[in-house]
């Protein structure tokens, strides 16, 4: 147990230790109204980072289905938190008080609730949280009292680092005049509303981005074997996809034009708007030179043939010493010549 403890400290530094906009309001807060005030800011940090170990430690699987299913509504309201507060920060005068009393500014309840605002609108802490859990290896637990020395540590690990953060940073208030302190105050709030700027615009952008790519928008791709062109055009368009003819063949038992074969395969899922590469049958047979096949072998003939897309009809045999070799070549019950000009796919006839 005392192992898990001190892991649970260690992951309540690890959990505060990250700059981004909470660390920016507490090194304003702290140069502001000194170590003190800081501090009492940072608690609201504090508050925060314990109850997420509370929640990581009791609802790991409720707290990871909640955030992905309403991820971008936590994210708008954290943008929409964290610009409110860089804009109160850039445009109120946090010494307006001193100056009216004529004393040191101190820090009230409503910096600790700012600070606690700031360090909710950044949803992805709870993963944070829950990652360091795992890494610790400390989220095994029973889910009951026994876990509250956990859940203590977690929190005295977080203030501890924020007691030393605005303890060192203090040390330099002094050396600041109340200008500069003004301009720190201004620019802190500045980079902070930037931060929930730019959280928005990665939203927008994520948004846009899934209407043009049609993000998550998925169907499957119908058969259009047999079709002809026109019909799978119309059947393309209807089911959101398009057409583009890449290749053609020709095969003698299938009807002219339509489509021999397609890329994606039926079935298969794409995305809306997809191009669809169809290979057509030809209307006409594509013409290739007839080879000089005598005195080959039975085997290289049928290679040759083969290779210029042409096929082994009948074998005619006679009485010859040259065994196995062509002796003629004949396309339909008629010798035919060398370099004659034929239709792909016909059959030619072998004399051996």
């Known amino acids: 147990m005392l192992i898990d403890i001190l892991k649970s400290y260690l992951i309540g530094i690890c959990a505060a230790a990250p700059l981004g906009p909470i660390a920016i309001l507490v090194l304003q807060k702290t140069l502001h109204y000194g170590h003190r005030g800081g501090f009492t800011s940072a608690l609201g940090s504090t508050l925060v980072d314990t109850t997420y170990a509370i929640i990581s430690i009791f609802a790991l699987a409720i ?26 920060m850039a445009m ?29 609108s ?18 095994d637990q029973p889910q009951d ?14 203030a501890t680092w924020w007691f030393c953060f605005t303890w060192v940073f203090s040390r330099w208030r002094n050396s600041f005049k109340f200008r500069t302190l003004m301009w720190i105050n201004r620019i802190s709030g500045i980079l902070i509303g930037i931060i929930g700027l730019a959280l928005l615009a990665v939203l927008l952008s994520a948004f846009l ?35 583009d003819i890449a290749d053609s063949v020709f095969v003698k038992r299938m009807a002219r034009g339509a489509v021999f074969s397609q890329n994606p395969k039926p079935g298969a899922t794409v995305k809306t708007g997809r191009r669809v590469m169809l290979t057509i049958n030809a209307m006409n047979a594509k013409k290739v030179s007839m080879p000089n ?7 290289q003939a049928k ?10 009809g009948r074998l005619l ?33 072998l004399m051996v």
């Open 145 to 158: 009292l026994r876990v509250a020395p956990l859940i203590i540590a977690v929190a005295l690990g977080s």
């Open 303 to 312: 290679a040759e043939l083969n290779s210029r897309g042409l096929t082994l």
């Open 122 to 139: 950044n949803p992805g802490a709870i993963f944070i949280m829950l990652a360091l859990f795992t890494f610790f290896n400390v989220g």
């Open 92 to 120: 109120r005068d946090p010494f307006r008080k001193m100056k009216e009393d004529g004393g040191a500014p101190a820090a009230t309840w409503k910096d600790f609730v700012q600070a606690s605002l700031t360090a909710i």
């Open 293 to 299: 096949l005598v005195g080959y072998s039975m085997r």
């Open 317 to 349: 045999y006679v009485d010859d010493m040259a065994t196995n070799n062509v002796l003629r070549q004949l396309y339909k019950n008629r010798q035919i010549e060398a370099g004659r000009m034929i239709d792909s796919g016909s059959e030619i006839d």
């Open 63 to 88: 707290v990871k289905e909640f955030v992905n299913v309403h991820q971008n509504i936590l994210l708008i309201c954290g943008g929409i938190i964290l610009m409110g507060v860089g804009y109160s």
């Open 209 to 243: 981005l899934s209407r043009i790519t049609h993000h998550g928008k998925v169907i499957r791709v119908p058969d259009f074997t047999g079709m002809t062109v026109n019909q799978a055009d119309q059947y393309a368009h209807d089911a959101s996809l398009r057409i």
